[in-house]
């Protein structure tokens, strides 16, 4: 089998001196040396990314490498890619730095002025380990290389400038991830005015500044130092005092990240607007990097100056950064394609309105986690979170479970409509029957008001009375109502109609034997003259 080595040396002569020798290894495939770490992670991601498959079985790793230090490097690529085996290449072999580096995770170290059979030991025992890690991580995950203790997702969260919400932000995405059920962390490296505790409604004592002089972050010493919350983020804020700050150099911030990473499927890192050693750490180890920015020119001018900064310092290269556009409005001048266009970074397909009425009583309560789900805001972050990944992707069979809930409720609504039914049937027949008596009754009045007065007429005229009552009733009566009742008689003065009418069971002409009465009146000719 052969084994592939690929050396990380940035000093020219001794990449050289290296190749060399590895060139004279049996069974080898040395790969051309990586200048410097950033080079080397981005290589190893984009192996990784292709087949775990691809990634080589032995990385060198020269003390001189930059810009992250070598140890701290080799703690990096120990937890991101925990199936390749790393050499420390170094001048120094004191008890002390062999010690550091077991402790990082190195599998030995090779000492300058290289000796062929000292480095042929070293490669041949760092691939036999890689060889063995691979064959246990394949049987015990189907072939799927998972990173060591978790490798949970790191996104840092940064801003422009100040006042573009940036904490806001980290919260939302943390508490996002927590409801899809899965382990965060919110860590708040805004160490000289971190915000984190007071949109939480948070009182706390342990702070990210009581790790900075403990060299090696056990699961143990990790826990004493969050503050789990209600929502059951573990939190691990930035110090009360401001200064104490400084206290949290890139080491720190580089040992808090990887104990982060090990321990929680998600960590959130809120790493404010000034840039420091600690956040420069936190954003080169993240997976993916939030900029925050607001739709005016001069956080987009920020924005800008800030990914030049990260290109400068090697950080975190402009296509590699994900920029957010928070308190959008369609009516602004500057659209997300402008900002992606000026800064070069890659613009999140998810913009953050502008809503501060819907935010206003959640931040002034200091309890982001109360905010509606109803708001704009809220919904928007968390669509954000799924953006960046933050948020459990349900596997095929859960998918298939949720299709099929969704045919079950449509069956549960179909039943409940089949046996509302027959209800609204009878509701609905009871209303047309009403209305069928009402009209009745008014045919009843309306032939009775006819009668009377023709009656009174022919009692002038020709004296039958009752057949023009008759003649006159059933005339101003619709044939499905024409097996009426139609009387009239004299009164004293006046000619009194009588009209008794069938009421119809839902339709006109079925008569169940109900009925109403309709009765009028008219003057008779004597009574008139007079």
């Known amino acids: 089998m ?31 040396p990586v200048p410097d770490s950033t080079a080397l992670l981005d290589l190893l991601a984009r192996l990784a990314a292709e087949s775990l498959d691809e990634l080589p079985e032995v990385v060198l790793v020269h003390e001189r490498i930059g810009p992250v230090p070598a140890l701290d490097l080799i703690r990096d690529l120990v937890l991101r890619f925990p199936a390749v085996g790393v050499v420390l290449v170094t001048a120094d072999t004191s008890p002390a730095l062999l010690t550091a580096a077991m402790d990082s995770g190195a599998r030995g170290i090779v000492a300058f002025p290289l000796s062929y059979d000292a480095l042929a030991e070293r490669v041949h025992a760092a691939a036999s380990w890689s060889a063995g890690m691979r064959r246990h991580l394949a049987g015990s ?9 978790g490798g949970g997702r790191v996104v840092a969260v940064t801003g422009a400038k100040g006042g573009v919400g940036t ?14 059920g899965r382990s965060v962390a919110l860590l708040d490296l805004d160490l000289q005015s971190g915000d984190v505790a007071s949109y939480l409604d948070v009182q706390f004592r342990r702070s990210v500044a009581d790790l900075a002089a403990i060299t090696d972050i056990t699961p143990r010493v990790l826990q004493d130092a969050v503050f789990t919350h209600e929502t059951g983020i573990d939190l691990l804020l930035a110090p009360a005092d401001g200064e104490r700050g400084e206290e949290i150099t890139d080491r720190v911030a580089r040992q808090v990240v990887h104990a982060l990473r090990a321990r929680y499927e998600v960590v959130v890192v809120d790493c404010g607007t000034q840039m420091g050693a600690a956040n420069a750490a936190a954003i080169e180890l993240a997976d993916q990097t939030a900029l925050l920015i607001t739709p005016d020119v001069v956080a987009v001018r920020a924005a800008k100056r800030m990914i030049r900064l990260w290109d400068r310092l090697q950080i975190r290269k ?9 308190r959008y409005a369609r009516s602004a001048e500057i659209q ?18 502008a809503a501060f009425r819907e935010l206003q009583a959640a931040v002034d309560a200091g309890r982001m986690q109360d905010l509606d789900n109803r708001s704009s805001v809220k919904q928007a972050m968390w669509t ?32 409940e409509f089949a046996a509302m039914f027959p209800l609204v049937l009878v509701v609905m027949g009871l209303l047309w029957q009403c209305v069928l008596y009402g009209y009745t009754y008014s045919l009843a009045g309306n032939a009775a008001d006819e009668a009377a007065r023709a009656a009174t007429s022919a009692q002038a005229g020709t004296g039958d009375y009752g057949g023009a009552c008759q003649t006159a009733g059933r005339k101003n009566l619709p044939s499905a109502w024409s097996g009426a009742t139609i009387s009239c008689a004299p009164e004293g003065t006046v000619m009194k109609a009588t009209v008794q009418v069938d009421v119809p069971l839902f339709f006109p002409g079925v008569n169940p034997g109900w009925s109403v009465t309709g009765e009028a009146g008219a003057a008779t000719e004597e009574d008139l003259g007079q």
Request: no cysteine; proline share 9%.
């Open 2 to 32: 052969t084994t592939r080595i690929l050396p990380a040396v940035g000093d020219p002569d001794s990449a050289r001196a290296l190749i060399t020798l590895l060139s004279q290894l049996p069974d080898t495939e040395p790969a051309p």
């Open 141 to 149: 995950t189907g072939n799927e290389l998972v990173p060591a203790g």
């Open 167 to 180: 904490t806001l932000t980290a919260v939302q995405l943390a508490l996002a991830a927590s409801a899809s």
């Open 318 to 326: 402009a296509e590699e950064t994900l920029t957010v556009v928070n």
């Open 336 to 353: 997300p394609t402008l900002v992606e266009r000026v800064t070069g970074t890659r613009t999140a397909r998810t913009t953050i309105p």
């Open 384 to 415: 954000l979170a799924g953006e960046l990944g933050l948020v459990a992707t349900p596997a095929p069979d859960a998918t298939a479970g949720r299709r099929t809930r969704r045919r079950g409720d449509k069956g549960a609504v179909t039943l």
